[in-house]
Nanobody, 126 residues
Framework: QVQLVESGGGLVQAGGSLRLSCAASGRTFSNYAMGWFRQSPGKEREFVAS????????DYSDSVKGRFTISRDNAKNTVWLQMNVLKSEDTAVYYC???????????????????WGQGTQVTVSS
């Protein structure tokens, strides 16, 4: 069993930055590919980014590529999402997720993860 706790959300002006954190407890963190997803009111959950257990492979949605960076520290059981040049359309609840995966494979975009956090709200004002 893995428990995931997100933090770092808040209110920021357009063009600003935020760094989300996801702390994991439980079994060996490096066994899990990690992903970030987001959901806005009235919209479906959307893939944002994923990272392999090794940390060496990443994947991003086209809407955030070049602005967001996913990273992890397996010694700290933590994954981060650095969000720069935020836009109003980035406003959403952001969730981190974990999936048992091969060490070098990124997580899937379809939301097929084993564990989810409770989410953290990000609001970008224009």
């Amino acid at each position: 069993q893995v428990q995931l706790v997100e933090s770092g959300g808040g209110l920021v002006q357009a063009g600003g930055s935020l760094r989300l954190s996801c702390a994991a407890s439980g079994r060996t963190f490096s066994n899990y590919a990690m992903g970030w997803f987001r959901q806005s009111p009235g919209k479906e959950r959307e893939f944002v980014a994923s990272i392999s257990g090794s940390g060496g492979n990443t994947d991003y949605s086209d809407s955030v590529k070049g602005r967001f960076t996913i990273s992890r520290d397996n010694a700290k059981n933590t994954v981060w999402l650095q969000m720069n040049v935020l836009k109003s359309e980035d406003t959403a609840v952001y969730y981190c997720a974990a999936r048992v995966q091969g060490f070098y494979r990124v997580g899937p975009k379809n939301g097929a993860y084993d564990y989810w956090g409770q989410g953290t709200q990000v609001t970008v004002s224009s």
